[in-house]
């Protein structure tokens, strides 16, 4: 039997209805763009067990000294790090929850909290030097975020960063994506625009930045475009004057939102954002260089629960099954990409003493050196922090129960 | 039957699944939502066992027939929420209760049966913090899912002393103490 040319047409026909309803069917496609670079590794040189402490920030106050700042009542437990032992100073004044610390001038630390409405400056001792009131959101009212300090003093406030179900501007409302607060306090600029979406919550979502600066130059790491930014004073007035784009290797389907409304609870309306950034966290060591933890891998976890699929209209959510480290100076060149401990981290902070510390998905965090400068201080390779984070340490807390991963 | 024939029929029977796809956008069945507890709604008279003792009890009478407002917290010893809760809810809740200047007595209610709940708690002294714990016996079922309007963990309602909801919240939060205060004081 002769093969007929309209067989072909029918069976391209077939394949291609095949493929038209694969594309209809609900999970969102994720292509692999570029090839990933060559991972190099890292010098592990420590593990700190928090047991119950879980910081939400740690920052270097002197050589070998650190603080860690508990995430729910904002107790300060500083840490001799040759000796691995911890001893509690006392509490962050005025407020409690995710606490963060940046390196301030002449060795203060500016404290910040996106569940506060006041940045905070600290001396060495922990001793409160003065506030900061930020100017008042036009959307979110009394809003802090990622904060960075300026050679002269100055501050920079990313309000809508991390926040994502915040909603979106509304056109009369102004779309600053950062302020400027002058080292006397008083707002000098604003800087950026909100990206517009669309959608109730979609543009805050993609707002998350991290804030660093070199000198004079502010620097701005947007995590879901992968974009570096450079903003440099002209007759004091901040304009940008250089972005790096960094590359992507993986494409998903844009951020978009879910809103259900349960009647009967207080805060009933539940959205959903999905939406996966390009880099899950970032840092700015004090020399300028990028320090990114990069989302690698991510795949659609669809949630087969009839609630959810009963509430949204696509059940499910976005998960990174992989991440690395990526270092580049701040002009974003000379990238240099690093394997994690148990190939996850889900926060990097830089310091100054030749040191990275990663928080681990079983909740501890690795000391590990930093790949741009030696260690300048001994570590114990085993530290447990012993110290409760609680308004007073009761007795509930004394760490004699057993401690399970989270 | 000719294969050129066959194709047609299969080609015809994919364009019309596609049309159905295309029609039908997958999502919401309505139907099979839970109605949470609405404010002024009482709890459901549901059977749950106290950790301490393992006695039996009403759900009702435990948060209704008492002289003050309860906390009723539905937690699920899986959930990642739920296990931080172990170590941070109760020092928040008692500043919290401190602040609502109102006697207020917190009780977990846990979606896992009886002997989850033992070892999800064990060595974290929530008994010790005044916390009641119980549990359904054999765990949640659907139909407890519903009757208490929980979509996701933790979920908690803030209970009148007569049994009857005053607010429920989703997520690791607490009431505004001025509400508390103005229903339990």
């Known amino acids: ?406 | 039957m000719r294969p050129s024939h066959l194709s047609n029929f299969v080609v015809f029977g994919l364009g019309l699944l596609l049309l159905g796809q295309l029609w039908y956008r997958p999502g919401r069945d309505e139907t099979s939502l839970p109605e949470g507890l609405y404010p002024g709604m009482p709890v459901p008279e549901l059977d749950v066992r106290r950790l301490a003792g393992s006695s039996q009890v009403s759900l009702g009478h435990l948060v209704g027939d008492v002289t003050a407002c309860t906390l009723l917290v539905i937690v699920r010893p899986l959930c990642p929420t739920c296990a931080r809760m172990r170590v941070t809810w109760p020092s928040r809740f008692a500043a919290w209760a401190d602040s609502v200047a109102a006697q207020i007595q917190p009780v977990w209610l846990s979606v896992g049966g009886h002997d989850a709940l033992e070892a999800f708690v064990t060595g974290y002294r929530l008994q010790e913090a005044g916390i009641t714990l119980v549990s359904v016996p054999e765990g949640f079922t659907s139909a407890t899912y519903d009757a208490l309007g929980v979509l996701g963990t933790p979920t908690l309602y803030l209970v009148r002393p007569d049994g009857t909801v005053v607010a429920g919240l989703i997520g690791d939060r607490l009431p505004p103490v001025a509400l508390a205060a103005e229903a339990c004081l």
């Not at chain 1, 922990?126 to 036009?138: A, E, K, N, V």
């Not at chain 1, 990114?292 to 795949?299: C, F, I, Q, S």
């Not at chain 1, 949630?303 to 959810?308: K, L, T, V």
Request: glycine share 8%; hydrophobic share 40%; net charge negative.
């Open chain 1, 1 to 406: 039997m002769t093969r007929r040319p309209t067989n072909s047409l029918y069976w391209s026909q077939l394949l291609l209805m095949l493929l038209v309803i694969v594309g209809c069917e609900r999970a969102p496609v994720v292509t692999t763009k570029t090839s990933p670079p060559r991972l190099l590794s890292l010098e592990p040189l420590a593990t700190i067990d928090v047991g119950r402490f879980f910081p939400s920030d740690v920052i270097d106050v002197a050589d070998c000294t650190l603080w860690l700042v508990g995430s729910e009542w904002g107790r300060l437990v500083q840490l001799d790090l040759p000796s691995g032992t911890a001893r509690t100073l006392g509490r962050l004044p005025g407020w409690t929850r995710n606490a963060q610390f940046e390196h301030g001038p002449a060795g203060s630390i500016l404290a910040w909290s996106q569940d506060a409405t006041l940045l905070a400056w600290l001396a060495h001792d922990g001793s409160l030097l003065r506030t900061i009131q930020p100017p008042t959101h036009p959307w979110l009212g009394p809003a802090v975020g990622p904060a960075t300090v300026l050679s002269d003093g100055a501050v920079a406030v990313a309000p809508l960063s991390d926040r994502p179900l915040v909603p979106s501007p509304r056109p009369w409302q102004g779309s600053a994506l950062l302020w400027l607060i002058g080292a006397d306090g008083t707002a000098s600029q604003t800087l950026g625009r909100v990206p517009d979406s669309g959608g109730t919550y979609l543009s805050s979502a993609q707002a998350g930045l991290r804030l660093g600066s070199i000198g004079d130059t502010l620097l701005t790491f947007w995590l879901s475009a992968a974009m570096l930014d450079r903003f440099a004073p002209t007759d004091a007035v901040f304009q940008i004057s250089g972005s790096t784009r960094f590359p992507k290797y993986f494409e998903a389907r844009p951020a978009w939102e879910d809103v259900w409304n349960a009647e009967w609870l207080l805060n009933g309306e539940q959205p959903i954002v999905y939406h996966i950034p390009h880099f899950h966290d970032a840092t700015f060591a004090r020399d300028g260089r990028l320090l990114a933890l990069r989302n690698a891998g991510v795949r659609w976890h669809a949630n087969d629960s009839p609630y959810a699929r009963a509430m949204f209209a696509l059940p499910g959510g976005w998960v990174a099954t992989s991440r690395w480290l990526e270092i580049s100076t701040y002009r974003g060149e000379s990238p240099a990409a690093y394997r994690l401990p148990g190939e996850w981290a889900s926060k990097i902070v830089a310091t100054d003493i030749g040191m990275l510390f990663l928080w681990l998905r079983d909740g501890s965090i690795a000391v590990v050196r930093d790949p741009g400068a030696a260690p300048r201080c001994e570590v114990e390779p085993e530290i447990r922090i012993h110290e409760a984070d609680a308004p007073r340490p009761p007795s509930y807390l004394d760490g004699t129960g057993s401690r399970d991963p989270l």
